[in-house]
């Protein structure tokens, strides 16, 4: 699970505690309106009163606690804007100030090279405090998503494509690159610096004053509707989705939390916003998450005994519980989520174990590209530990690939060997009851009579007291399921993983880098850091003979590693590729760093040339962190070794002539020891060569393993 902890705790402590976590994490922000106190006073409870004053249809009042909401962020931004002196404003700018500072400062000394040096907020608040304490620190970058090219017109527009980049400095004299930091600013409700013009949103700050006393409905209406930011409307949520600029950036928050080693800092955030605590709430699944919650930005480290403050963080292991049923039995669904809880409030101190109800409506989230349920089994099933099953008078609708989702769900867990645990009803059957459905159940509940053992009920209490009584026996199997890593699917990742082949020709000096696709699914915002062995180990070598430098001079190896960002790239198609110069293409090492959405990986690839054929060696594993939190499975994800392969040593010196000769890319192959080679055609297509006509007739196509690597990997490991 997720690791939750609390930042009012001494300042030197949190310091180290955050030092130590910058330096291995993706670090993450959440900031709430406490942050800009007293600034900006607190809400309150004026979102639920306005939802129910647009539930009433009282329009007009709703409209006018709207305009209430905004004034109090508007006067202060106005005054922010206008450089007119305000205590309140000038604590909340100082607060900020110190806080970009610190991350500033520990961004800088970040000494991994495997993550780029660079932090996100995402914050709900529409203010521009955050962006007025960014303006001293010059050698950091603040990204709130607004392109800055040059435009006559001075347009400048909001894409959530412009986040994650990267900035280096160069230096004059050795022209030695340096990573800037930078912080990713994502607004999750808007800001007061957003404009709506059309389909975009251009960045515009301007001082907007309020209305007069004997404001109409009207003018309060057009105020409230020309600002570019999510309201506390009813049904907030969905008018976020529906949103598509919103809903890129919860998709964009909800992949940061997913990702391995992942830091989250909350501040001022209540967790009132239902649909950032639905995205939160899953991501503690994530069981390298960190959280590191504090109430507000300034220094007090007193709190009341019944606080956070007060309380020890404890570690527990969470077990994820899948309701499963048709849509028959919401009432039963309930009772079942009850069970659970009480099972929580009575044995999660002395076992140490937290069980999590999934459901479909709380855990499940829009998404496209598969069947419904096949995208449901991804995102709840595939990752539960224990399912109860619950049957009234409906066996469900067909999927496709099942009688109904609620099978699928079983079979999928029947089939990974994982712990089913089926309620039938027995109470009468309702008179509009549909007999095909009730025909198909009872088809259904035969087939289970010959290898399954299951209860039946009358109420929805007596299925929460069953189900009260049989978890305390069930939970310490399925535990120990997990615990030894039995009956738990092995779910294949999906990342992008680089292998290349010769550019032209066999013996060529340029060879093309290729993105590779590995899984069954699409792979998401895939960062990917490329190093070239025997450079690195050039470099090491002069750095062990010249202690006293810090970095080796320019130019020493030539370039030894590239960044690659992809943001979604499925099985079919192309991913992209790189041109890579090897400095003995006969003998060459690469060490490729991975981070997706579905976890970080580490590859590893050597090329040696074998009596004149290339021959390869590739391994593909999990992170460090998930080999500490899973020591007792492989961490082997995918491994692939010629039979013919000879490892070579690292190169430790430059050659002293330039190795392996420069030929066309549309070279045409011949018969003898020229495959693998790579082709581009004029359409700027590659081709992989991997086989050919020899002048028999025959087709030779045993030139080392890119046969097996050029073809899609992921559905089965070799």
Known sequence: MARVFSLDTAAEEIRKNLARSFQSANVNFLIGSGASYPAIPSAGAVEEEIASLFETGDEDAAYLKLYGLLATIQAPTNKLIAGVADPNNSTVVGNYTKYLGIIEAILTERRTTLLPKQATIFTTNYDLFIEQASLPYLAMRLNDGFSRVPSLTGRSEYSSRNFFTTTSSTGNLYNYKVEIPCINLMKLHGSLSWKKDGDSILFSVTNTPLLPAGKTAAQVKAFVDAYAVVLPKTKKFHTTLMDGTYYELLRIYNNELDREGTLLVSFGFSFGDSHILGITRRALKNPTLRLRARRGMDDTTTADSGSIAKREPVKATILNVLIASPSDVPTERDAVESAIHEWNANHHAETGIILLPVRWETHSYPWSGDRPQAILNKQIVDSSHLLLGIFGNRLGTPTGKAQSGTIEEIEEFRRTGRYVALYFSSAPVPRDA????????????????QDTLYSTFNTADKLRKLVT????????????????GAGIPRQTPCFLFIFG?????????????????????????CDITFYDGDRKNIEHEWLVKHPNSPYPPPGLAGESQKRVHVTETGPEGAAGSFVWHPLDPNHQHYTVSISCRDGVFEEKWEVTRVNGILRSSITVERGQQWIQKNPHLSPLVFRYEDPEFVRAALATEMPKEKRGKVVHPGWKPRYRFEVPAAIIDPNGNVQVVSGVKLPDGNTQTDFGSWNLLTKHLGDDIP
């Open 501 to 525: 082949v010769p550019l032209g020709d066999n013996d060529s000096a340029e060879w093309l880098m290729m993105l590779r696709h590995y899984g069954p699914n699409p792979a998401y915002n």
């Open 469 to 484: 009584q049989h978890l305390p026996k069930i939970v310490p199997e399925v535990y120990q399921r997990v615990r030894t």
């Open 434 to 449: 549909d007999p095909n459905q009730l025909e198909a159940l009872e088809q259904y509940k035969k087939q289970r009579q």
